[in-house]
């Protein structure tokens, strides 16, 4: 089974333009995201791919692999999904640029769900982690999931999911991380799925494979990382480095 890890990396961030590009202890942050995957040892192939001249530049220059994308994407899997395309590859891991705290402990689950998985049945593997805090389960910026009983994803929400009308039922609550491991030909069909109005309003492209019928078994690790959105997470990263 051939394994890569494919990291996409948009310039112009919504939230934070240009945050990949933010220095993290005397690198910038993609660059730090590259060889935090590469030093984990699980992959056959790491490679940045991107719109920017300026991230191709840099990962190329300090003896990394990356990939232009050849048109403008909506989301990171739509870009993974064109680059992937014409590569001899079983799964393609997607690690967030904006993680460079990305450890070897969650990767390896994701990817272990694939080599039990005998039938075929999973299309996709993410991560979650339980989440207690009501500032952080009430923040947008923190996408929540509900699973079914074998932990396959039901539902993808900026919103607080369950909804907590009984505060004494005390429901768990699980933040997505956005690490994906898909089969090769989830990515290929993703690229033909239309962008569905509940997609467009969250903003979270995990439903659309939903919608699509796809599956998502959703694995719960209890490492949380540091995910640079905003400015105070980049500040939040430069101690923890420290």
Not at 68 to 94: C, F, P, Y
Not at 132 to 147: C, F, G, H, L
């Amino acid at each position: 089974m051939k394994i890569i890890s494919m990291i996409p990396a948009r310039y112009q961030a919504s939230r934070f333009p240009a945050k990949l590009m933010q220095d993290l202890a005397g690198k910038p942050v993609i660059q730090r995201t590259y060889e935090a995957t590469v030093e984990t040892g699980l992959f056959d192939e790491v490679y940045v791919v991107t719109d920017s001249d300026t991230i191709f530049d840099l990962i190329t220059a300090s003896g990394g692999k990356a990939i232009m994308s050849q048109k403008a994407h909506e989301s990171g899997s739509d870009r993974i999904a064109e680059a992937v395309e014409t590569l001899d590859v079983d799964i393609v891991v997607n690690v967030q640029g904006d993680e460079p705290f990305t450890e070897k402990q969650s990767l390896q689950k994701v990817i272990e769900v694939f080599k039990d998985d005998t039938d075929e049945e999973i299309d996709l593997a993410s991560l979650m982690t339980p989440i207690q805090d009501w500032d952080e389960i009430a923040n947008p910026n923190t996408v929540k999931v509900i699973v079914d009983h074998r932990n396959f994803a039901l539902y993808f929400s900026r919103s607080p999911i369950p909804y907590p009308r009984d505060k004494e039922n005390k429901a768990i609550y699980y933040k997505h991380k956005g690490i994906y491991a898909f089969r090769k030909r989830a990515l290929l069909d993703f690229r033909q799925m239309p962008i569905s109005p509940l997609e467009a309003s969250e903003k979270i492209e995990a439903i659309r494979f939903l919608e699509h019928g796809k599956k998502i078994r959703m694995v719960e690790t209890e490492v949380t990382g540091i995910e640079i959105d905003t400015p105070e997470d980049l500040e939040r990263a430069r101690k923890v480095w420290k």
